[in-house]
C-alpha cells in the first residue's frame, strides 16, 4: 500500500510563504485562498517568547471527518491515502468545511481577483469556473503525482511529481513521500527525527508530520 | 473554431535579481503566451547553492507583469506647479515626443556645460535597492559613461537605508563592502539584527542556515524584537535597541581580561595582524627612521625590528622602550624620538576595553552579565584555535565562529564602534578570512585595480592592504567636490570609484538643497535633468514631507516607471519601462556576491522576455539607444559597450565581438554580442555562444574553486596584515581632514570628525538621541520614550513589490506586517488592544497606524515592518499600512562621521481610536 504524507522540519521553516505562493500559482487558487500558508505562532511572554513557523494546510488524515460528514460523497479517500473533491458532486454545503478540524477547506461563490475585481490575462486563462460554489482544499497536487507516476517518476523525488509547496521550500523543510515505504524519504525523516501531528488527538490519523526539536539553551 | 484544445505550454528560463542577493534561477511557464507560474529551476539542482530555488518575491512577477496600474504609455506633466497636494495633470504622449522632450534637455546641458557654476553635474540619475536595478538596466551604463559626469549622490535610501559603515570598514579591513558568516562551515554564529534567512540574505542564506541549524549551529540573536532570524535562532536575546557595541565590548573585556594570552590565536595576532605594532607617544605609529616602517618588538633579539623582519617574534603585550624612532603624525608632522615608550596596539586595546565588563554591559543593555559572559566563552571555546581544513589541497585555519551584523547596527552612530570590536573579536580568535569564520563576498569600493575580489588584495602603505582614500593632505585635498554630497572633500572613506557617490553622505545632498547644512558652502542647484530608475525616495528616504519639498523645485525630472508612484508624482516626464519578464541582460551569476551568495562556480545568465512588452513599455537598451542617437552621443556609447559596459569587454585577447561604433544596434544585436564575448571570456575561447543559444539555456557556468572565498590565503602569499586593532592611518585622515576644513572656514563637520578615532570610544547612544533632540527640538527625553525600529521581510525587501497583491496578501500570514507592533504587556499598560489605531509620533512626523500586539518586542520599542506609508503608489496606498521614514529626522546631529544615519528614532505612541 501506499501512503502519501507531508513532512514538516519546523527547524528547519522560516515562514517566508514562498510554499504559500508556489501552490497559489500551481493551483491557480484566486486571492485570500491558500491551500498552504505558515502560520507564525508564538508563546511565552516578553523576554521567554519563543515563535515558531507552521506550514498547515489539508492533513489528508486516514480517517477524515470531512468526508464522513460529505452528504454527497463528493469528498473521497484515494487508495494512496489522499483526499479528493470531486467538484462535479459537490453541493457546496460547507459541511466539510466546518467538520475539518484543521481550518483547511475554502469555499467561495463568485470569481475575485487581484486587482479591481477584473482578472489579468494570468487570472483569465487560468480560471477554473468549477471551483466555485463548492469545496477545495490541498490535493496534495495529486495531479503532479498522477502524471509523474505515468512517466515512472518518483512522488517526493521528481520535481514533476511533487507537491509545488515541496519543489518551491527554499529552507528545505518540505517533503513529500510515501510513508508506507520504510525506504521513502519521508519515513527517514520520521523515523530519525523527534515529531508530532497535529490535534492527533481527535483520532483522525493525519498524513502530515511535523518534525521539531526543543531548543536547548545552557545557561 | 477551436474547441477544447489543450492550450500550449513553454516554460522559459531567466533570473530573479530584484533583491542585492540575486541572481537565482527561475522558469516561467506560459499557456498559449500567457505568462502564469514561476517555478524554481529544477536543472540548476546541485549548481545553484539553494538548488535553484526562488525565494517568495520571484512568484509576484507575473503580477508585476500584468498589474493592470502599470504606466504603459510615456506621460508628461501639464501642471507646473509640483506638490503632494498638486495633480500633475498627466497626459499621454508618443515616445518620440517624450524622448525628443528629454533629449532637448540633455542636448541644452551639453550646450550650457556638464556642470553648473558651483562645479556639481547639471545631470543626476538615482537608482535604489542594493544597486539591483543595475541588473535590469539594460545598456544604460554604456549612456552614463558616453555622456560624463553625473551625479549620482541624490540618494534614494543609501546610506540611511544601508550599510553603510560596514561597507566601508570592511572594505578596508577584509575586502568586505557585505559581511557574512562562512555559514556552511560556521558552528556557532552571533547575530545582532543580522536577518539573513528573513530577508536580507536571500534564498541562499535561507537555505544554507537552515542546513546549519540541521547540522545543529549555535546562533544567538541579540534583537530588540523576535525576528525571523531570531525566531529561527538557538537563542533570543532582547537588546535594549543601540546598545549592540556594549555586549561587544564587554565580550572583548571577557576575551581580553578573564583569559591568558595563551587562550586566544597568538599566531594569527602576531603574523596576520597590527597587533604587535608599537605605538608612541603621540597616538602614531613607532618607525623606523630610515625605512619609516613601523616597529614591533622582537621577543627573541630583546629590541624594536620593522614589522616585515622575517626572523622577529613580535610581543603582543606590553610597553617596550624604543632607542632612535620617528612618529609621523598628520600633514607630515615627525617626531623624532631618541628614546620612547611604545605601546603594542594589542596592548592599547587591552587597556582600551579594561572598563567594560559584563557587569558594565549588563546595566546599559539589559543583558544579564553572566550571559554575556557565557556567549563571549563559547564564542572562544568554539573557535577551535590551531585547527585546519583542508580545501582543494590547500590547508587552511578552520575557526567556526561568526559575529554579524543587520541594518542599523551597522551603520549611523555606534556602527565604528560595533564592526571595529566585531572584527578585532575575530582576530583574537583567528576567524576572520578563513573557513567557519567572517569573510567579505564582494568590493565596490577599493576595486581601483578592478573588481575581482582577490585582485584587490595589493600592498598598501605599512604593510596593510591598499585602500583608495580620498586624499586629505593640503596639496590634494579636494576642496570642491562635483557632487552633490562632496565625498570627496567630506568623506575620504567613500573612495572615488564607480560606487563612492553611493557611500558619500546622501543624506548630506538633501539637507544642502535644504540649506540645512554646510552653511559655509554655497547651496547647490537642483540637477538641471534629474533620472529615477527602480527607486522611490518620496518613501523610502527620511523626514518625507521635507523632501518632498525638495523634489519640488527639481526642474526637469524624468522617472523610468512601473506605476504611479511617491516620487513620480513630481516627475515631469514618465517613461514606462519593460519590466523584468520583458526585456534581456546578461549578467554575471554566481562567484562570490553579496552577502551569502557565495557559489562554487561562476558564469553568466540571461534575462529574456517571457512575454512581448505590454502597451507602450520598452526595455531600457532600447532607450539609451534612443538617446545616444538623439544627444549625438551614438559613437562613445558604443564605444563604452565595446570597451564592458554591459559587463564583459567585446573584445579582448583571442576574441573579437565589438560592434561598428559609427552605426546603431538593435537590442538584440547589442545582447548576442554580449553573450558571445562573455561566454568566450568565461571558457577562454572554448565555447562561444550568442543570444540563441541563452535563450535555451539560460546559463553558462564553470567551476570555481571555493578558496576564492577566503582571503586569509591572498593575505599570506602577499605577506600583507590585517589593520587591526588600531586605527593608525584612519586616526591620520582625520586629523588632516580637520585641519582641511577648519582651514577653509568648515566647523559644521566636527562632530563627525570626532569619529575618527584609533580606537572608538565606547559611545551612550540614547543620551546622543536624547541630546540631539533636545537641542535640535526642545523635545525632552520623557517626550519620546520608545525607539521606532524598522525590519524588512522577505515578501517585500528591496524588490519593489509593494503593489503586489499577492506578496501582500500572504504578508499578511506574518505578525505585523499590516501594523505596528507593539509590546502586548506595555499596551494593556495604555490601553491599547490589538486592531486599535494608534499614533507614532516622532519630532518631526507623526503616522498611524494599527497596533498589532506581541510578546516578541521589547516593551520600549514599535515596529514597523517594511518601508509602507504610500500615499500615491496603487494597491499599496489602500492598504493603509505605516511606515517609518517621515518620522525619521535628518539632522546633522545623527550623522556620523562616515556621513551615514540610523534607521531610527525615539517616538511616543497614543491610542487614536479603540477598534470597534
Keep these: 500500500m501506499t501512503r502519501y504524507v507531508m513532512v514538516a522540519d519546523l527547524n528547519r521553516c522560516i515562514g517566508c510563504q514562498t510554499c504559500t505562493v508556489a501552490c497559489r500559482h500551481t493551483n491557480a487558487t484566486l486571492p485570500e485562498i491558500e491551500w498552504r500558508r505558515v502560520l507564525d505562532m508564538e508563546s511565552g511572554e516578553f523576554p521567554d517568547v519563543e515563535r515558531l513557523f507552521v506550514p498547515v494546510g489539508c492533513q489528508h488524515c486516514a480517517d477524515p471527518p470531512c468526508m464522513h460528514v460529505c452528504p454527497s460523497t463528493a469528498t473521497r479517500q484515494r487508495d494512496d491515502g489522499i483526499i479528493s473533491i470531486d467538484y462535479d458532486l459537490c453541493i457546496g454545503c460547507s459541511y466539510c468545511a466546518v467538520a475539518c478540524p484543521y481550518q483547511a477547506r475554502y469555499k467561495t461563490d463568485r470569481n475575485r481577483f487581484a486587482y479591481d475585481g477584473k482578472p489579468m490575462p494570468s487570472e483569465e486563462i487560468l480560471m477554473d469556473e468549477k471551483r466555485l460554489g463548492v469545496a477545495q482544499k490541498c490535493t496534495f497536487c495529486s495531479d503532479r503525482i498522477d502524471a509523474g507516476l505515468e512517466a515512472n517518476l518518483t512522488p517526493g523525488v521528481d520535481p514533476d511529481a511533487t507537491p509545488a509547496c515541496v519543489n518551491s521550500c527554499i529552507a528545505n523543510a518540505l517533503h513529500f513521500g510515501d510513508i508506507e515505504d520504510r525506504e521513502s524519504n519521508v519515513s527517514a525523516l520520521v523515523d530519525n527525527s523527534p515529531h508530532f501531528r497535529m490535534h492527533e488527538e481527535l483520532g483522525t490519523d493525519p498524513g502530515f508530520y511535523y518534525l521539531w526539536r526543543r531548543k536547548s539553551v545552557e545557561e | ?916
Aim: with cysteine; net charge negative.
Design chain 2, 1 to 916: 473554431m477551436e474547441q477544447n484544445r489543450t492550450p500550449t505550454r513553454r516554460k522559459i528560463r531567466t533570473y530573479c535579481n530584484q533583491c542585492g542577493n540575486g541572481p537565482d534561477l527561475l522558469t516561467v511557464e506560459t499557456l498559449d503566451g500567457v505568462a502564469t507560474r514561476i517555478e524554481p529551476d529544477f536543472a540548476a539542482h546541485g549548481v545553484h547553492p539553494a538548488d535553484g530555488k526562488v525565494c517568495v518575491k520571484a512568484y509576484g512577477l507575473v503580477q508585476k507583469l500584468y498589474n493592470p496600474h502599470r504606466v504603459l504609455t510615456p506621460l508628461k506633466r501639464t501642471n507646473p506647479k509640483k506638490g503632494m497636494n498638486e495633480e500633475p495633470g498627466w497626459v499621454e504622449i508618443s515616445w518620440q515626443e517624450a524622448l525628443d522632450t528629454v533629449a532637448d534637455k540633455l542636448n541644452g546641458i551639453r550646450k550650457r556645460g556638464l556642470k553648473d557654476e558651483n562645479g556639481n553635474p547639471r545631470f543626476a540619475f538615482t537608482i535604489g535597492s542594493a544597486a539591483s536595478p543595475m541588473w535590469y538596466i539594460g545598456s544604460f551604463p554604456a549612456f552614463i559613461q558616453a555622456w560624463g559626469d553625473v551625479d549620482r549622490s541624490i540618494g534614494s535610501g543609501t546610506t540611511n537605508k544601508c550599510y553603510h559603515t560596514e561597507h566601508i570598514f570592511g572594505e578596508l579591513w577584509h575586502r568586505g563592502f557585505t559581511v557574512l558568516p562562512d555559514t556552511p562551515r560556521s558552528e556557532y554564529i552571533i547575530g545582532f539584527g543580522y536577518n539573513a534567512d528573513g530577508a536580507a540574505g536571500g534564498v541562499i542564506a535561507a537555505r544554507r542556515h537552515a542546513d546549519a541549524r540541521a547540522r545543529g549551529v549555535k546562533r544567538i540573536q541579540f534583537e530588540p524584537h523576535l525576528s525571523v532570524s531570531g525566531a529561527s535562532a538557538t537563542e533570543w536575546l532582547p537588546i535594549k535597541a543601540k546598545t549592540d557595541s556594549a555586549v561587544l565590548y564587554a565580550m572583548l573585556h571577557v576575551l581580553l581580561h578573564e583569559h591568558p594570552l595563551t587562550d586566544l590565536d597568538v599566531d594569527f595576532l602576531k603574523n596576520h595582524t597590527a597587533s604587535p605594532y608599537l605605538i608612541g607617544p603621540n597616538g602614531f605609529y613607532l618607525r623606523d627612521p630610515e625605512t619609516r616602517k613601523p616597529l614591533i618588538w622582537d621577543l627573541a633579539g630583546g629590541q624594536a625590528v620593522p614589522h616585515d623582519q622575517a626572523a622577529a617574534d613580535p610581543a603582543l603585550e606590553g610597553c617596550f622602550e624604543v632607542i632612535d624612532a620617528i612618529e609621523i603624525g598628520a600633514d607630515h608632522e615627525l617626531w623624532t624620538h631618541a628614546r620612547a615608550s611604545g605601546m603594542t596596539g594589542f596592548e592599547a586595546l587591552r587597556r582600551h576595553v579594561a572598563d567594560r565588563s559584563p557587569e558594565w554591559a549588563a546595566g546599559v543593555s539589559d543583558i544579564p552579565a553572566h550571559k554575556i559572559r557565557r556567549i563571549a566563552n563559547e564564542f572562544l571555546s568554539h573557535a577551535r584555535i590551531g585547527e585546519t581544513v583542508e580545501i582543494d589541497g590547500h590547508l587552511l585555519p578552520f575557526r567556526p565562529v561568526a559575529i554579524v551584523f543587520g541594518k542599523s547596527v551597522n551603520n549611523g552612530w555606534g556602527a565604528y564602534e560595533c564592526i571595529w570590536a566585531r572584527t578585532v573579536l575575530q582576530t583574537l580568535v583567528g576567524a576572520l578570512e578563513v573557513p567557519g569564520g567572517i569573510i567579505g563576498s564582494l568590493v565596490l569600493l577599493s576595486g581601483a585595480h578592478g573588481y575581482d575580489r582577490m585582485n584587490t588584495v595589493i600592498a598598501g602603505e605599512d604593510g596593510f592592504m591598499f585602500y583608495p582614500f580620498n586624499p586629505t593632505t593640503k596639496n590634494e585635498w579636494n576642496p570642491r567636490s562635483d557632487s552633490r554630497h562632496a565625498h570627496l572633500t567630506l568623506t575620504p572613506m567613500a573612495g572615488d570609484g564607480i560606487y563612492s557617490h553611493n557611500i558619500g553622505s546622501t543624506v548630506i545632498s538633501w539637507m544642502r538643497l535644504q540649506g540645512r547644512a554646510a552653511e559655509t558652502w554655497p547651496r547647490p542647484n537642483p540637477p538641471d535633468v534629474w533620472f529615477l530608475y527602480r527607486c522611490n525616495p518620496m518613501n523610502s528616504f527620511s523626514e518625507l514631507t521635507k523632501l518632498g519639498e525638495s523634489i519640488a523645485r527639481f526642474p526637469f525630472t524624468v522617472t523610468f516607471s512601473y506605476t504611479m508612484d511617491e516620487t513620480n508624482h513630481f516627475a515631469d516626464i514618465v517613461l514606462p519601462e519593460a519590466m523584468d519578464l520583458e526585456s534581456y541582460q546578461l549578467i554575471p551569476l554566481g562567484g562570490t556576491g553579496w552577502l551569502e551568495s557565495l557559489w562554487s562556480s561562476k558564469g553568466w545568465v540571461l534575462r529574456q522576455p517571457i512575454v512581448e512588452p505590454r502597451g507602450e513599455a520598452r526595455n531600457f537598451s532600447w532607450i539609451s539607444n534612443e538617446l545616444a542617437r538623439r544627444t549625438g552621443l551614438l559613437e562613445a556609447y558604443n564605444a563604452a559597450i565595446n570597451a564592458g559596459a554591459c559587463g564583459v569587454p567585446l573584445k579582448a585577447e583571442g576574441y573579437d565581438h565589438a560592434l561598428d561604433v559609427a552605426e546603431e544596434h538593435d537590442e538584440k544585436a547589442v545582447w548576442d554580442r554580449v553573450c558571445k564575448a562573455a561566454s568566450a571570456s568565461l571558457t577562454d575561447g572554448e565555447e562561444v555562444h550568442g543570444l540563441s543559444w541563452f535563450k535555451e539555456n539560460g546559463n553558462l557556468l564553470r567551476p570555481m574553486s571555493t578558496l576564492k572565498w577566503y582571503l586569509f590565503p591572498k593575505m599570506v602569499e602577499t605577506g600583507l596584515r590585517f589593520e587591526l586593532p588600531y586605527q593608525e592611518r584612519f586616526l591620520r585622515i582625520g586629523k588632516q581632514l580637520a585641519n582641511r576644513l577648519h582651514e577653509t572656514g568648515v566647523e559644521w563637520w566636527d562632530r563627525q570628525l570626532a569619529d575618527y578615532e584609533a580606537m572608538p570610544e565606547w559611545k551612550d547612544l540614547e543620551k546622543l538621541w536624547d541630546d540631539a533632540l533636545q537641542r535640535n527640538y526642545q523635545a525632552a527625553a520623557k517626550d519620546y520614550p520608545f525607539w521606532l525600529l524598522t525590519t524588512r521581510s522577505m515578501q517585500h525587501a528591496w524588490g519593489a513589490t509593494a503593489s503586489i497583491q499577492l506578496l501582500a496578501e500572504v504578508g499578511n500570514n506574518l505578525a505585523g506586517q499590516d501594523g505596528i507592533l507593539v509590546n502586548s504587556i506595555k499596551a494593556a499598560e495604555l490601553g491599547i488592544r490589538d486592531g486599535d489605531e494608534i499614533e507614532v509620533r516622532s519630532a518631526v512626523g507623526a503616522m498611524r497606524g494599527t497596533a498589532r500586539l506581541r510578546h516578541g518586542v521589547r516593551p520600549d520599542v514599535v515596529l514597523m515592518i517594511g518601508q509602507w506609508g504610500h500615499w500615491k503608489t496603487p494597491f499599496a496606498k489602500d492598504l493603509k499600512r505605516p511606515g517609518p521614514n517621515d518620522l525619521i529626522p535628518m539632522n546633522m546631529d545623527l550623522i556620523d562621521g562616515m556621513g551615514s544615519t540610523n534607521e531610527t528614532t525615539k517616538v511616543a505612541i497614543s491610542l487614536v481610536e479603540a477598534r470597534p
